[in-house]
């Protein structure tokens, strides 16, 4: 007994050396995937995109210092209950699914979801189109929904990142993908996208929501309602507008 | 060519610094659990070989259960859930939380899971060592502790090594699949060149490569290790 007692002392000694005292600081959670034009890593290191922009507005609205903390897509609501981080700003968008689990602040913004294919491909939106076909989105995500409750009769495949799921349409593994509009243009727009266009745009508030918010636990109401100041402080003063004009031709708040 | 020699350049805009960077990592959490690994494993194969009832009974569950469970999932379950745990307890105690960063989640969940195959790796080598060489030991007058150090120890390593070269060489793998929890090893420094520069061809192939240097680099270490730990033996035929 007396060994067992030293040798748990020795561990709780060894883990109190490895481990540090958490940061007063505000962590935000990212994925850890590049994810252009919202988020990705640069070269030396640092995050950019214009969600990583939109985490510097708000926290400087809510006069915080920020840390990002980038974590693996699947993984990053366990991060988030288990306090690796507190707020997730990685375009995750509001659903009644995830709404059991976590807290959403208000949107930051909303684009809608579309289905890209090879060119001259007779898929479109509607579900009649992909019978039959494999389709490619990333898991856990509003468009992995959208094609379990709409595309029943096509073969869905998962991915665990964005890219994943573009680099076999790429490589003709799949037929088609459903993701974000925006996140779709550097794809389209690059050397591998060229064969490939979006075929059509899908609608279904009830699988998609309100938009993209920050998520938090539930019992950090007080940080929820400084997030939301801090996001209608930089929709009202412009900071939005700026930030949104360096990457996009429109406003992609959404109605 | 000349696009992919700035992409692997080591200072930005090229990506190689930050592959080299991720690699340090991937060696770090290695060599961590590999030395965790080493201890538990010995001090397993003595407790299996020498233990009483209950300790061979726990060290029987310990290496079954680790070798039944996929890496993947003890590196979830602790860095998650083992997280969360030891924190709750140390809030009920009244201490501050504290974060468990992914490196040494990294070495703590690897170093385990290895201890349980090193534990077998060398309890088999204890037991290929001649029951005649304890004996002598023991006849001239050798404590039980003594007789361990100047022989059976000595005596084990040229039939633990293979199978710990093996398990080295398992552990630097094992380590990409720190990239699920966010950690930037290699693998996930390769993901996002390779996402942000949508070559990918060029960056999982230099990530490969580098991977084959350390086995090939090991692989000269453990050779000449065994070579010199095998001097006296008769030759292997």
Redesign the interface.
């Known amino acids: 007994m007396k060994k067992i007692i030293t040798i748990l002392a020795g561990t709780a000694a060894a883990l109190s050396m490895s481990a540090q005292l958490a940061f007063a600081d505000l962590k935000i959670g990212i994925a850890a995937e590049a994810y252009p034009p919202f988020a990705e890593k640069a070269a030396d290191g640092t995050w950019k995109g214009w969600e990583v922009d939109m985490i510097g507005a708000v926290c400087a609205a809510m006069n915080e210092k920020c840390e990002i903390v980038p974590i693996a897509w699947d993984g990053i609501i366990p991060a988030l209950l288990a306090k690796k981080m507190d707020v997730i700003m990685a375009s995750m968008s509001i659903t009644e699914e995830r709404q059991k689990t976590i807290a959403f602040s208000d949107k930051y913004y909303n684009t809608p979801a579309v289905i890209v294919a090879p060119k001259g491909s007779s898929i479109s939106g509607d579900a009649a189109s992909v019978k039959g076909k494999i389709v490619g989105v990333q898991v856990s995500t509003i468009h992995a929904n959208y094609v379990e409750k709409h595309f029943g009769d096509a073969d869905a495949k998962s991915y665990n990142t964005f890219d994943e799921h573009n680099q076999d349409l790429v490589a003709g593994r799949v037929d088609a993908v459903v993701g974000d509009s925006l996140a779709m243009q550097p794809f389209l727009s690059s050397d591998a996208g060229k064969g490939f266009e979006i075929k059509g745009e899908l609608n279904d508030v009830a699988v998609f929501g309100p938009g993209v918010g920050g998520g938090l636990r539930k019992e950090d109401t007080d940080l929820a309602a400084k997030l939301n100041a801090a996001i209608k402080k930089v929709r009202e003063d412009g900071t939005y507008g700026e930030i949104s004009k360096k990457y996009f031709s429109f406003d992609i708040y959404g109605g | 060519m000349e696009q992919a020699l700035e992409y692997l350049a080591f200072s930005?805009?090229?990506?190689g610094?930050?592959l080299l960077r991720g690699l340090l990592s991937t060696l770090q959490i290695a060599f961590g659990a590999y030395a965790l690994g080493l201890c538990l494993g010995l001090c397993g194969a003595l407790g299996k070989i020498y233990g009483g009832p209950v300790t061979r009974w726990g060290l029987e569950i310990y290496t079954t259960l680790i070798r039944a469970v996929p890496e993947l999932v003890l590196i979830?379950l602790l860095?998650?859930?083992g997280?969360?745990l030891?924190?709750t307890a140390l809030e009920s105690f009244g201490y501050?939380?504290?974060?468990?960063?992914g490196l040494?989640a990294g070495?703590?969940v690897i170093g385990f899971v290895q201890g349980a195959y090193s534990t077998e790796v060398f309890r088999a080598a204890f037991q290929a060592v001649p029951t005649g060489q304890i004996e002598a030991a023991r006849a001239i007058g050798m404590s039980p502790f003594k007789s361990h150090t100047r022989v059976v120890i000595p005596a084990m390593i040229p039939f633990a090594i293979p199978g710990l070269a093996n398990l080295w060489l398992i552990t630097t793998k094992d380590t990409a699949l720190l990239?699920?929890?966010?950690f930037?090893e290699l693998l996930?420094e390769t993901?996002?060149?390779?996402?942000?520069t949508?070559s990918?061809l060029l960056f999982y192939c230099a990530a490969a490569v580098l991977y084959l240097l350390v086995t090939l680099c090991s692989n000269v270490i453990f050779g000449q290790i065994e070579r010199h730990y095998r001097r006296g033996q008769p030759a292997q035929t």
């Open positions: 930005p805009p090229g990506w610094g930050n979830l860095y998650y859930a997280t969360d030891l924190n501050e939380r504290v974060d468990i960063d040494w070495i703590y990239a699920v929890v966010g930037s996930l993901k996002q060149a390779a996402g942000g949508k990918y």
